[in-house]
């Protein structure tokens, strides 16, 4: 599948809270679009950006998207890349574009000097888990809590 894939532009936000959503719902996870729009401009295209956002456009539409951030693991005394979200639109899963943003994202990571990249998904989401075994990423179980401030 042909596909372009770069970063986020600012007029692309509501789109890319269109996609947000829809990442929600799939994961079964609580989504409220109040107030994300001013938020996710100050994380993403800030002076000091928090957070990285990519989009993934197919067929003249922006089809998914992925964002990251650079965190710190004590363990390792070093950087690595957190992949916070990776979306794709249903049409156009299982069609190798996910192999052409882990191969970004590792650049990214290397250009970054991180040790690794890090990432999560949930348990029932096995067709994701399935690739994600099949490119060498190793899986270790863990609880993610939340707390509330």
């Not at 107030?35 to 950006?49: S, V």
């Amino acid at each position: 599948m042909d596909c372009v894939i770069r970063k986020l532009e600012e007029g692309e936000l509501p789109r890319l809270l269109e996609m947000c959503a829809a990442h929600a719902a799939y994961e079964k996870a609580e989504y409220s679009s109040a107030g994300k729009y001013e938020m996710m401009k100050a994380l993403i295209f800030d002076n000091n950006p928090k957070l990285f956002c990519c989009v993934i456009e197919a067929d003249d539409l922006l089809i998914g998207y992925f964002s990251y951030t650079f965190d710190v693991s004590t363990w390792d005394a070093g950087i690595y890349l957190h992949l916070d979200c990776l979306y794709l639109e249903p049409l156009y899963r299982g069609v190798r574009i996910g192999d052409r943003v882990f191969d970004k994202l590792i650049t990214i990571a290397q250009q970054n000097n991180c040790i690794n990249i890090q990432w999560q998904t949930p348990v029932f989401n096995e067709k994701a888990i399935r690739f994600y075994k099949r490119m060498g990423a190793v899986g270790k179980d863990k609880v993610r809590f939340f707390l509330g401030s």
